[in-house]
């Protein structure tokens, strides 16, 4: 996870395996309800919340299966910025201005101000929760870490350990 040149967050396979086994459950309560639930709403029809309950399972064994096919890598941390996977490049640590750690609720968030004159940083696939870090940190990025092997601690110190002193680490809320 981190040496002396970089720090690598990845997907926690954990988490992943946490969230296939929680839908699978779902989804066979879901069956388990369409062959239980007595008297149907009409004869020969189940009630519509099994069915419900197994799309909403189907759906998100979807997400996660194609969540768990992506790289492995989320954020890298080294002597030359930031390399975050939705990102087109490399944040260089002359681009940034301040970066701080917040958590909403479960989730944990590594945000980037952006220096004056750094210009955009394009992103694919941006998140709906990433979207709102950025709203109310204030951030030019919100890089999620939910679902990470990271903890903020180990960020926090490698960030401490390999940015350069123009860039300002703001301290823990």
């Known amino acids: 996870m ?3 040149d970089g720090f690598v967050v990845r997907r926690s396979p954990y988490f992943t395996a946490f969230q296939i086994v929680t839908a699978l459950i779902f989804l066979g309560m879901g069956i388990y309800a369409l062959g239980w639930m007595e008297p149907p709403i ?3 029809r189940a009630p519509p919340s099994p069915w419900f309950l197994i799309a909403g399972s189907a759906i998100a064994l979807v997400v996660v299966g194609r969540r768990a096919l992506q790289p ?4 890298t941390i080294d ?3 930031l390399t975050w996977s939705k990102a087109d490049r490399t944040i ?3 681009k940034i201005e301040r970066i701080s750690l917040f958590t909403y609720r479960a989730t944990f968030y590594l945000n980037v101000k952006l220096a004056a004159g750094a210009g955009r940083v394009e992103t694919a696939g941006l998140h709906l929760i990433e979207m709102f870090g ?3 940190t204030g951030s030019d990025l919100s890089i999620r870490l939910t679902g990470s092997d990271a903890r903020r601690d180990s960020v926090r110190a490698a960030l401490q350990r390999l940015m350069p002193a123009t860039v300002t680490l703001a301290p823990d809320p």
């Open 134 to 136: 950025s709203a109310v």
């Open 72 to 75: 492995s890598t989320m954020l």
């Open 42 to 44: 009409a004869p020969g």
């Open 92 to 94: 260089r640590w002359a």
């Open 2 to 4: 981190g040496s002396e």
């Open 79 to 81: 002597r030359n910025g």
